[in-house]
């Protein structure tokens, strides 16, 4: 326990200090400023989004109770109405392909670059009155003994201390704050997954014909099988407006236990013969890995305590489905509830853990932290190798029967495809860099 | 090019690639010097048309002499060419702002196409290039070159001594410290180092280096502005020296833009740093991932 | 004494893309106090601190210098007052239109005894506004200063140390003066919570470029081609260093192979 012990009662420099402005973040402080309260938002990064891994999907409801008119005024690149799911052998890939046009109205997902998004909700807050503060890392949080025990009254960075009625714990999925004061242990690597990222370059009506969309819709591609090496995880990709989020995420115990290098598993799935042509030609803009906690309900830790709330990834707020990766729509939906439990409490002025409440009760009431109960057997049934491994094969090995009609040698297209793609401008930055290295660097 | 060409010379008389490039534009070359008389004679003899002094400076530093610079070239204005050394960049800067020209820096290609001016340079910290054309008078920033050799066809240029009203500066105190001078471009093999060193003391494993390799020690900026561990003629990069030796070995440097596009004319670049994300390996052709301080007594070694 | 930072608010050429064709995509660039800036703020601050003086903020570009997080960035690295130039229509201006619109802001500032800037900006890097700046006021500039005290500061007398090849000398200037500090001249503090809480309570004046008195250039500049330059191919091949001395070996081999040695 490393928290400070503080005992002089100076008067609050707010009403609430948050710490970390990703989307959880933001959007309490968001609300917290619309109800009038004073609120600092405080992030590392030198601005918001700079730290922050590049997007993804986004399911969008939460976001647009919260901004009406975010379709229309938020950088959002493109309205997802296409779904493909693959099974990836090494020779082989069978999908499925969901496209529907009423996934575009009214819109449930979008993609979004975090780069872009972040610094918006940035600027939405400073409208709202929220006092942002970039370029400052909280080292850690001002606590007090008070009648039940320990609470959270601010925070410290450098020589300087902040004092709020309520911190709220928004620093992402290594949320040290969280685990500075006992609300969330370290978590066994099962729980846990390196996602390796990058953003590739492309023009729009290539992206457009490459995806089959068209105007501003968009694709979300998983893949699973012979993409990720054997590993645990699966891979994506992903349609903006003029790029491609390409990625892995690979559980970490299982790539332990492989011995597997993540980004040597990235290079593997950037080349695959079955990924390689979308990217033909782009060029990487934009690289980087980060950690995903993918455990579910499980992985959930004790979201308050006195003086202090959890949310977002801090919290342990992220599904795995097995072919989406939700976090974004948690870390809204936790946002707002926690906005809404802060608000009752600053009208009580109790910011106890029984004050604090309405933030728990708000979150699990909403669609989102409804479906943190019923994935909660998601991490499970995703270790199972066979998800990632034999399934595929079988499946292939049936239709191969099937359609084999001609058996003459064929070209190794996986070398063809790496030719092309080492020829071709794209440079994946930091390559030799082992997954580990790149752990460690968050 | 029928226009006036200027070239400032700011007390250093290495300006020889100043009046080669204003020479190729083809058009009378006129010198504004401001130094000593052996300065100014030096400049007449390399092959200008007319060169304009200022008289001794005595006391005053160069930089006092920029207003009378931008006065004596606001008469006949048209393309200005300047070192980029500190003295010099005061000088053409007075001259831009009094004829409001616009600066162009960091070129690679200077040339005339009737009057006007066509110039192909680098920009971003060499992210990218440009070329321009220009028409009206301008201010072009460039490497002074060396000290340009008398011109053996004779024919000294007209001197024409003007007397100067000088801004309000004066020399108080001249300390100089002794070091070495080293040729950097004209070397095979530079041994570069960075904030991976972590103490002055380190300079001797790489000396050795250095030595076996028969190479020159050049730093990152930071070792040669702000630690002073290497005199600043030795930093490479953007605002350093640009070299392309047939080897450079990058140790303990992160690889930054600034950095590397000083050494992006190597033949073979040698990365040797303890961070496997550090951005130096993206541009090496041998990437050695480890303890610069393990790596580098071996390395000595194996040479020698 | 009232001096005045000339700072820039530019992102790192390092973060931009650039495509075949040349055309800089910034937008991934985050823009930030330019890197050699804060020496020029602390710089300033020691003097102000020996003086009694005032430091005043003062940066010229499009709107987005004037966004909170750029004013907090700056103010909270210990200015008194900011006067920011922020006009879409400085958007990719020159040194010398820069210089001009600085100049401008300084005469509307007012006896300002000293302008303190950076060694060089991180985007554009030409080290020439200061130069330019100092011509446009007709004052005497310096670079590479290494420190400046007011030797007599009710006289306008600065006394500055700065760098030249191979050691340093000490002017004596009769101010008013621009100098560009060299990079290593002070080392800038970090602001901290407080210091960001206080900026945002600072005085900022906001002007836009035909509030002030800016000369036009009758110089016309055509970019007629823009290119990625053409980057040698490096072979990227990585030397196990597990044992250094085999390491080493490789390395020598390679290179000897090469006929880089
Ligand atoms: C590869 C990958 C793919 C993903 N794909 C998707 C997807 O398609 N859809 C989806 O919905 N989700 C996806 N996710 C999950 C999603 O990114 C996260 O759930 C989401 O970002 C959580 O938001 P947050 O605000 O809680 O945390 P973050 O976005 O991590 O924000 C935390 C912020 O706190 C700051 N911070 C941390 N420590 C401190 C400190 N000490 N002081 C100050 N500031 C601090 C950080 O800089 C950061 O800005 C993906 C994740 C990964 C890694
Ligand atoms: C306008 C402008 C102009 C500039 N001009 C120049 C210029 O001309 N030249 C220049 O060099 N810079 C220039 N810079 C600065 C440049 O951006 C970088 O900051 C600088 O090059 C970094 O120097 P470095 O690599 O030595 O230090 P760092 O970036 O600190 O890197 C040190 C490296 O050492 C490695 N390391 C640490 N310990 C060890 C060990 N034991 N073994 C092996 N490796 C180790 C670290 O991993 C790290 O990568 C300029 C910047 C600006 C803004
Ligand atoms: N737009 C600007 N606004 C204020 N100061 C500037 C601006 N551009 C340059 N400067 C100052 O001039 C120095 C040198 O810039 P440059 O000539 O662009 O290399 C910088 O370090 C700043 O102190």
Redesign the interface.
Known sequence: MTALEVSNKAEP?FDVIIVGAGIAGCIAAYQLAQQGRSVLL?ERG??P??KNLSGGVLYCRGMQEVFPDFLDSAPVERRVTRNYINFLNAESSIGIDYKDTRLADPVNAVTVLR??LDPWLAGKC?EAGV??????RVDRVLTENGATGKRVVGVK????E?RAHVVVAADGVNSFIAQEVGLRAKQPLNHLATGVKCVV?LPAETIEARFGVTGDEGAAFAVVGDCTEGVGGGGFMYTNTNSISVGVVLRLDDLTAKRKVATDVFDHFLTHPFIAPYLEGG?V??YGCHMVAEGGLGMLGEIDMDGMVVVGDAAGLTLNTGLTVRGMDLAVASGVAAAVGIGASLERKDFSKAGLAGYRETLFASPEGKDMKTYAKAPAFLEVERMYKDYGELIANVLYGAFNLDTKPREHLAKVAIRAFKKS?VKVRH??SDGIAGVRAL | MSINIWIVVAGDPAVGNLIDTARSLGGQVCAAVVGSRVVADTVAAGGVDKVVWFGEPGKA?V??F??AA?DVIEATPGVVLGA?R??D??L??????????????APSSVSAEGDTL?V?R??????????????????V?LDGGPIPVANPAGGSALMEEVSAVT?????????????EQVDLGAAP?VVGIGRGLKAPGDLAMIEALAKA?RSEVACS?PLA??L?WL???RYIG??GQHIAP??YFAIGISG???HMVGV?GA????AINSDPNALV??????????DLY??V???T???R | MKIVVAYKWAP???D???G?D????W??A?P?ISEYDPVAIELARRLAEATGGEVIALTAGPKSVDA??AR??ALSRGFDRAVIVADDALEGA????L??VL?AAVRHIGDVDVVITG??SV??????V???????L???????VTAVSGSDPAAGLL?VE?????????????GP?VLAA???AAVPR?P???D??AA?KKPVETLEVPALDV???????????????D??A??????D?AD??A???E??A??RA?G??
């Open positions: 420099d405080i030198e601005a989004g700079s780069a872009k400073e006092f942002l503060m970039s370029g400052v960075a450098g020589d300087d902040l370059n060029e803009i934009e401008p390559l030799i | 530093p930089e006092a920029a207003t931008a980029s500190a003295s960049r005061v053409l800067g007075a001259v831009a702002a009094r004829l409001q020209a616009p600066v162009l820096t066509v192909t680098s920009i971003f910290s060499g992210i990218a290039e440009e070329t321009v054309t220009v028409s009206g008078p301008v201010a920033v801004l309000g500066m004066t020399v108080v105190e001249t300390h100089s410290s002794d070091f093999r390799s900026r502005e702000g002073d005199h600043k003629d953007v605002s047939e080897v930054q833009l600034q992006r033949t073979t670049i040698v390996f993206t541009e090496a052709d041998y990437c050695l991932v480890g393990s790596i007594p071996a390395l070694d194996a040479l | 790192n050429p390092q931009a893309s650039v075949v040349g055309a800089v995509d937008s991934r985050k930030g909170s997080m907090k960035a020159g040194t010398t239109e210089a001009a100049a060694d060089s985007d554009v890097g030409a080290k020439m200061p130069t330019v700046l100092a011509g446009q007709g004052w005497p500039a310096v670079a590479e006394r700065r760098a030249i090849t191979g050691g340093t000398q000490v002017l004596e200037i009769t003066a060299s990079t290593d970090v901290g919570m407080r960001i809480l945002g000369p036009a250039s009758g110089t016309t500049v055509t970019v007629t081609a823009t290119a990625r330059p980057l040698k490096r072979k990227g091949q990585l030397i260093t250094p001395a390491a080493a070996a390395l020598v390679a290179l090469d880089a040695i």
